[in-house]
């Protein structure tokens, strides 16, 4: 259930078809540019109140949100995806922005309704391309990045991805969903049509997957295309291969990487097969971008290669590797490769941390890491000599996208109590300082609820981590009723972060004290802790659950030890599940989202079968005992505490057949209960609208049984 390999996380946009037009992009003519800059546009109406008040979700939603940072390559400019929600619309609107590097005010530089994403800049830095639904599909515009009217370049019959520019910058990259034997786009789409035109509707299938994440299979591959940026014809330099490229469902621009000469395209792909759905077998392929065979780079490694990243000189690969098969929680260990025919080497083989996004510094010496670490998601940097010695430049808050510009490194930032932003740290290590501002005011308009980490001694005396979020307003003289989140994966965390579907802050400023415990398999603090959980998803974490709360309620007195609510999605849905019977008589409710209730379908019916058979140590058939060992489904004799069960129809990860089930059970046995169920949802709430919906449903249940 675990989201793997979140090195960069993209939102897609999905791809729809059009008719078939040529494939070559012709010049965009003068209706295809955008309006002046200066044209009136319309913003979205203001979500949450500009007074003062405590934080809500309309808060949560209000925020504006900054992704996918890009410098120019003097240094001097970044430009970045700022994300508006617009409830009329019910959707997230995406405009690009730039700031200077050195400070000062962020400049808009798109303006039109459709979604503007994924920008990259020019070798001479005075072109910004694109991705834009505007023509109505996906394609790649350009604009200067000083500002001015946009331009299409691309005019394909099928919506594009993942754009990426050559750093000779006479190419671009991008990916597109298409039927492998389809020798271009064009095919794909006239197959599309075909099949839309199709009164039939039955699919046949004869190997797995049938469907992933959310989306029934329907034959296509999502593939590498290469394109001159003068114009002419795509090539698909993934052409036959069978596999994802980006990896399916979450992979991004950082599952492939040109060599700074321009001429080879690096990429990871698991091939698919039979075993797709129980293997973490991808690995890494390099393939002339003028098209050509593949060459595997990684083929010593049976598991997971990744996020390939070249040095500034072109002279060095850099990767991260997974160590054993068919576990998608195992650490994330950086190794290089002499470009190009080196062989790999691990170089953070004994650091006890799981990299995540990571990029050069500047003299191409060492890398700039981002990796959890007790309940934060720290910055290092990493020297290229094996096993050196690992230094930490900023501990706190949730870091990602370090770039380094001159004597600082550039990186996003969010926290408990702030969303993102982008700041500069000195490139030794010290105190960060903001570069923008967006959210400053709507931050403080609403009273937040004040963060604290804390420790205790939970499962076989080992230490365990947890944070209290104060409630908003806080009086030391009164107490407070408790809401208690437990976070998924299970090998995640409820750390130092600002979250967009399970946010502290919304409890808080409801008047709860929030308290959240990173038990034995979250990630973070080191990767034996993490593996604790295998084969014990009921046995550790729950001991952790129950001295964490203990711990908590004694060091803080002014919770309402008797007043809790308990809530968690995905694992921690399962742990609602399951503390149903092992924990009767602890919570007030309950509030399980897309959780686990029956440890036998749940292993036939979703779609990723590496996860439980990592966990359970084998497919159901062969390990019936440990996939029953904590299945809540047999105990549901003991369960009586009242429970909200949350669940999407479009949830493949854990179907909705296991919230239906777990709201039969609390029906048929009489226990107090209620179902919020989602036709339009998948394993989270995305739609705005859909999440005011949520915390409406959740906050009515919670304040019903708790007296808040």
Known sequence: MRTPLALLVLASLGACASKPTPPVSPPATPDAAEPPADAPVADPVA?????????????????????????????????????????????????????????GEPARLTKDPASDFNPRISKDGNTVYFLSSRSGTVQVWSMPTAGGAATQLTQHPLSIGNLTLSPAGDTFAFSADVFVDCPDLACTAKRLEDEAADPRTGRVYDQLFVRHWDTYKDGRRSHLFVQPLAGGAPLDVTQGVQGDVPTKPFGGAEDFAYSPDGTTLV??????????????????????????????????????????????????????????????????????????DGAPQAITQHWDRSAGSFTFDADGASLLVIAQNFGQRSLFRVPLQPDAEVTELVHDGSLGGPVPIGDSILLAK???????????????????????????????????????QFSFRGAAGDTVHGYVVKPVDFDPEQTYPIAFLIHGGPQGSFGN?????????????????????????????GQAFTDAIGN?????????????????????????????????????????????????DRFKCLVNHDGVFDARIMYYATEELWFPEWEHRGPYYAKPKAHEKHNPALFVDKWKTPMLVVQGALDYRVPEDQGLGTFTALQRRGVESKLLFFPDENHWVLKPNNSLQWHEVVFDWMRTHTGK
């Open 47 to 103: 979500i949450a109140s500009t007074e003062p008040h405590p934080f809500d979700v309309r808060d949560l939603l209000g925020m504006d949100r900054i992704s996918d940072h890009q410098v120019s390559p003097d240094g001097k400019t970044v430009v970045f995806v700022r994300r508006v929600t617009d409830l009329a619309e019910d959707r997230g609107r995406t405009d690009l922005w730039s700031i200077p590097t050195a400070g």
């Open 267 to 340: 990429y990871t792909v698991r091939l698919a097969g039979k075993s797709e759905p129980w293997s973490t077998n991808f690995d890494l392929y390099a393939v002339p971008a003028a098209g050509g065979t593949p060459r595997l780079l990684t083929g010593d490694n049976p598991a997971w290669d990744a996020h390939p990243v070249f040095s500034p000189d072109g002279k060095t690969l850099a990767f991260a590797s997974m160590k054993r098969a068919g576990y998608e929680a195992d650490k994330f260990t950086l190794r290089t490769m002499a470009w190009p």
């Open 414 to 452: 969010h926290d408990l109590k702030h969303p993102t932003e982008l700041y500069t740290v000195p490139k030794a290590g010290g105190e960060l300082k903001a570069l923008t501002h967006i959210n400053d005011a709507k931050v403080a308009a609403a009273r937040m609820g004040e963060p604290e």
């Open 497 to 525: 972060m600002f979250h967009y579907r399970w946010n502290a802050q919304t409890y808080a400023g409801a008047g709860y004290a929030v308290v959240m415990i990173d038990f034995h398999g979250s990630t973070g603090y």
């Open 536 to 584: 014990d998803w009921g046995g550790k974490p729950l001991t952790d659950l129950k001295k964490g709360l203990a711990h908590a309620t004694k060091a803080y007195p002014w919770m309402q030890a008797d007043n809790a609510c308990a809530l968690g999605a995905s694992y921690g849905g399962f742990m609602i599940n399951w503390i149903s019977s092992q924990w009767p």
